[in-house]
Antibody
Framework: EVQLVESGGVVVQPGGSLRLSCAASGFTFDDYAMHWVRQPPGKGLEWVCLINWNGDNTEYADSVKGRFTISRDNSKNSLYLQMSSLRPEDTAFYYC?????????????WGQGTLVTVSS | DIQMTQSPSSLSASVGDRVTITCRASQSITTYLNWYQQKPGEAPKVLISDASSLQSGVPSRFSGSGSGTDFTLTISILQPEDFATYYCQQGYSTPLTFGGGTKVETK
């Protein structure tokens, strides 16, 4: 059974930094692309970024480009999101999601989410 | 960026009803269209990929159709567990984008 467990969500001040982690199990982690998707409380879904199976290709939403960095450690079956220059509009539940493909576009499994609150 | 527009944003329906949700892309995405269901307090779950391919374990009352710019998600006979919010998502090009969601509520 695929399991994705996010951690690292906290309350942080505007301008601050934070690293989210996602621990993966139940599948061959380095066969698949991975994504971060976020959802402000009570609002819709926004794709944040993706990383391909081996980490040599990453892509970002314009809203986070230059501030967020996605990475993975296939030896640890882990996905990360380094967030900097945080803004109040970054407040959201952050989900890690597994793709169906090595470099893809379909979120076939999701974690339970971790809440990041950017507030002074 | 490709904009995804869902309609309606909400609807009221009864168990047993046929429900149709539409999703329109701002440009052709061929069939790179996926549908997700999200219940309160839960992560989204994929229902349909590539416009019309039912994911494993998803009941056959769910179906998807369309290509190009116009797509439809249909629930043939609404069940109590289907009250939720539904999102479409295009996978044609990055940035990957979602529709605004359709909340299916009980009438």
């Amino acid at each position: 059974e695929v399991q994705l467990v996010e951690s690292g969500g906290v309350v942080v001040q505007p301008g601050g930094s934070l690293r989210l982690s996602c621990a993966a199990s139940g599948f061959t982690f380095d066969d698949y692309a991975m994504h971060w998707v976020r959802q402000p409380p009570g609002k819709g879904l926004e794709w944040v970024c993706l990383i391909n199976w081996n980490g040599d290709n990453t892509e970002y939403a314009d809203s986070v480009k230059g501030r967020f960095t996605i990475s993975r450690d296939n030896s640890k079956n882990s996905l990360y999101l380094q967030m900097s220059s945080l803004r109040p509009e970054d407040t959201a539940f952050y989900y890690c999601a597994k793709d169906t493909y090595p470099a893809g576009d379909l979120f076939d499994s999701w974690g339970q989410g971790t809440l990041v609150t950017v507030s002074s | 960026d490709i904009q995804m527009t869902q309609s309606p944003s909400s609807l009221s329906a009864s168990v047993g009803d046929r429900v149709t949700i539409t999703c329109r892309a701002s440009q052709s995405i061929t069939t790179y269209l996926n549908w997700y269901q999200q219940k309160p307090g839960e992560a989204p779950k994929v229902l349909i990929s590539d416009a019309s391919s039912l994911q494993s374990g998803v009941p056959s009352r769910f179906s998807g159709s369309g290509s190009g710019t116009d797509f439809t998600l249909t629930i043939s006979i609404l069940q109590p567990e289907d009250f939720a919010t539904y999102y479409c998502q295009q996978g044609y090009s990055t940035p990957l984008t979602f529709g605004g969601g359709t909340k299916v509520e009980t009438k």
